[in-house]
């Protein structure tokens, strides 16, 4: 066998860094990518750490269906961001259940398991089909993915940190008077693109009045939001009736290498209020030591962390993100969050820790032992 990891899903270069994790942890990883130009795309949203380990990791180029096919047969595994592997294998779909095709991990990220596996469609179906046929599902414990996976009675799932996400980000606070706090998320309050499957609002109106009584009470501030979303026309309409133009920055949709930028140029981090879990932006955020206000649920958090979760400024409702916002006046608490912020990050993201449990289970489904777990100890049999 000649990899013993093959990544399928780019995922903003997640699996890139993935591989690299991957492979200083004694897996030889390739990386199959459709149409990738070089291993340096994105290279500065890829840190240093990774950037200098990259000629370590093969990426081989794909075309979907049979070339797919027969070059993930020379890895013992796939790994399988959001269901890509559906588009790596095409109409060939079926020869994924033939004997000599590796097993399929499959990432789940976000929507893929809040929105997507819910809806009616045939690809759906397929995605359905594809987590329940697999040995192994890594999920998210966002509330509603808990739900569906019950309602889908998807077998074999994990949850675990993603390990993706790299981490030694960390750039001091700027020391601006104003408070800036940047809401990168996606304009989205369910206003013009209800959707009857859709549950990947941000509540940013709640975010927004919040954000004006605050400035009313007091908090010397100012906010910067991206105009994209469906309802980001609103929004700004939101902002004048408010009467807050002054204390806002409106800047155009970045790339990821500009959004990271920004979250460094800013104290906070607004990230979104209503989904109940956290992905790419509040991890990211916490990296370069941001304290983020996002909403979380605990209870779903739990499964995951183990009642360690997030320091992060907690909030759902309108009152909640006006109180969580009023401790901002106090820059020891930014101070403070900050640092525990990174330190929370680096306990259950950093380096090939975060991969601990994915390593045996790799074992566990392939036979193929690269770490000592012990048992060698033993005379038994």
Same mark, same amino acid.
């Given at each position: 066998?000649?990899?013993?990891?093959?990544?399928?899903?780019?995922?903003?270069?997640?699996?890139?860094? %993935?591989?690299?994790?991957?492979?200083?942890?004694?897996?030889? %990883?390739?990386?199959?990518?459709?149409?990738?130009?070089?291993?340096?795309?994105?290279?500065?949203?890829?840190?240093?750490?990774?950037?200098?380990?990259?000629?370590?990791?093969?990426?081989?180029?794909?075309?979907?269906?049979?070339?797919?096919?027969?070059?993930?047969?020379?890895?013992?595994?796939?790994? &399988?961001?959001?269901?890509?592997?559906?588009? !790596?294998?095409?109409?060939?779909?079926?020869?994924? #259940? +033939?004997?000599?095709?590796?097993?399929?991990?499959?990432?789940? %990220?976000?929507?893929?398991?809040?929105?997507?596996?819910?809806?009616?469609? #045939?690809?759906? $179906? =397929?995605?359905?089909?594809?987590?329940? %046929?697999?040995?192994?599902?890594?999920m998210v414990e966002y509330p509603l993915a808990l739900k569906f996976i019950q309602k889908y009675d998807i077998p074999n799932t994990y949850f675990m940190p993603f390990p993706g996400i790299a981490h030694d980000y960390f750039t001091p606070l700027p020391t601006t008077k104003k408070v800036r706090i940047l809401n990168?998320?996606?304009?989205?309050?369910?206003?013009?693109?209800?959707?009857?499957? $859709?549950?990947?609002?941000? !509540?940013?109106?709640?975010?927004?009045?919040?954000?004006?009584?605050?400035?009313?009470?007091?908090?010397?501030?100012?906010?910067?939001?991206?105009?994209?979303?469906?309802?980001?026309?609103e929004a700004k309409k939101l902002v004048s009736s408010l009467g807050i133009d002054d204390a806002i920055i409106w800047k155009d949709e970045l790339s990821r290498d500009q959004l990271l930028n920004e979250i460094r140029e800013h104290h906070v981090v607004a990230d979104q209020f209503d989904l109940g879990g956290f992905?790419?932006?509040?991890?990211?955020?916490?990296?370069?030591?941001?304290?983020? +206000?996002?909403?979380?649920?605990?209870? &779903?958090?739990?499964?995951?962390?183990?009642?360690?979760?997030?320091?992060?400024?907690?909030?759902?409702?309108?009152?909640?993100?006006? &109180?969580?916002?009023?401790?901002?006046?106090?820059?020891?608490?930014?101070?403070?969050?900050?640092?525990?912020?990174?330190?929370?990050?680096?306990?259950?993201?950093?380096?090939?820790?975060?991969?601990?449990?994915? =390593?045996?289970?790799?074992?566990?489904?392939? !036979?193929?032992?690269?770490?000592?777990?012990?048992?060698?100890?033993? &005379?038994?049999?």
């Open positions: 066998m000649k990899y013993d990891i093959g990544l399928v899903g780019s995922l903003c270069s997640c699996d890139i860094v %993935t591989a690299v994790k991957l492979q200083n942890a004694g897996l030889k %990883t390739v990386v199959l990518s459709k149409g990738r130009v070089s291993r340096s795309a994105n290279i500065q949203s890829i840190p240093a750490s990774i950037q200098k380990n990259l000629d370590k990791i093969d990426i081989i180029n794909f075309n979907p269906g049979v070339d797919f096919y027969k070059k993930a047969k020379c890895c013992r595994l796939i790994l &399988s961001f959001s269901g890509s592997i559906l588009g !790596g294998l095409r109409e060939c779909y079926p020869l994924k #259940f +033939l004997p000599d095709f590796p097993p399929i991990v499959n990432i789940a %990220t976000g929507s893929d398991v809040t929105e997507f596996i819910n809806e009616q469609s #045939f690809a759906a $179906r =397929i995605y359905r089909n594809l987590l329940k %046929t697999s040995p192994m599902n890594w990168p998320s996606r304009i989205d309050w369910k206003l013009n693109d209800p959707g009857e499957w $859709r549950a990947s609002s941000n !509540g940013n109106d709640r975010f927004i009045r919040a954000f004006a009584r605050a400035l009313d009470a007091g908090l010397d501030a100012e906010a910067t939001l991206i105009f994209r979303g469906p309802d980001k026309v992905g790419g932006i509040t991890i990211e955020s916490m990296s370069i030591g941001r304290p983020v +206000l996002i909403y979380l649920n605990q209870v &779903s958090s739990s499964i995951m962390f183990r009642g360690d979760g997030p320091p992060v400024l907690n909030c759902h409702s309108e009152d909640e993100i006006f &109180s969580q916002l009023m401790l901002l006046k106090d820059r020891s608490t930014i101070n403070d969050i900050s640092i525990q912020s990174q330190s929370w990050i680096m306990k259950y993201y950093s380096g090939t820790e975060s991969l601990a449990e994915f =390593i045996y289970h790799y074992y566990r489904l392939t !036979g193929h032992c690269v770490q000592d777990y012990g048992w060698n100890h033993y &005379s038994t049999k």
